[in-house]
């Protein structure tokens, strides 16, 4: 059976759900992250991956165009509502991670979420947040040794925390029967292997 690219209500509820329940998550992880970040400078990386989750758990159960972007967007902006430290740029944040994850899901035509595309997915996500932080002038402050460090420990926390957490997650949850209505469980009783 061909999956439909046409988001319907019950994928875009599931995704803004999703969502806003990782922007509480978010909320909650940033007193870690700079606890960490005190400890050791740049600490704080090693969890960073978290913020990526959004947009890869959503795209991965409901696998269309646009569902990444949408989670992405819909948690930044509950993060946002939370009482985001860094305010309104988790907008321009969530937009660029959802970009980025999106473009990696497109490239397998939204039709392959192993293991490999869920770490690029997360990957992705951490590559665009650097880059927003390149042209924002963040990341130009650092040394080149703590930049690559930062670098590096954001991008492996992306793959880790936003893609393959998210498959591990989502993959639980399918085995409980309540994503039975989703494209995750209807490709997965098409290619069982």
Known sequence: MKNS?????REI??????????????????????LLDGVFPGGGEIIYGTWFIAGPLAAYIVRKPGVALIAEMAAASGELFMGSPWGLQVLLYGLAQGVATELIFALFRYQKFNVSTMLLGGAAA??????????????????????IAKIAMRTISGAILGGLL?????????KTGVLNNYAIIRQKMENPF
């Open 13 to 34: 509820m599931i995704t803004v759900i999703l969502a806003v329940l990782c922007g509480f998550i978010y909320i909650a992880w940033a007193p870690l992250y700079y």
């Open 166 to 174: 998210a498959k591990i997650i989502v993959d639980l949850l399918a």
């Open 5 to 9: 690219y046409v988001v319907n209500f």
């Open 126 to 147: 951490a590559a665009a947040s650097l880059l927003f932080e390149g042209l924002t002038g963040g990341l130009a402050e650092l040394a080149t040794g703590p930049m």
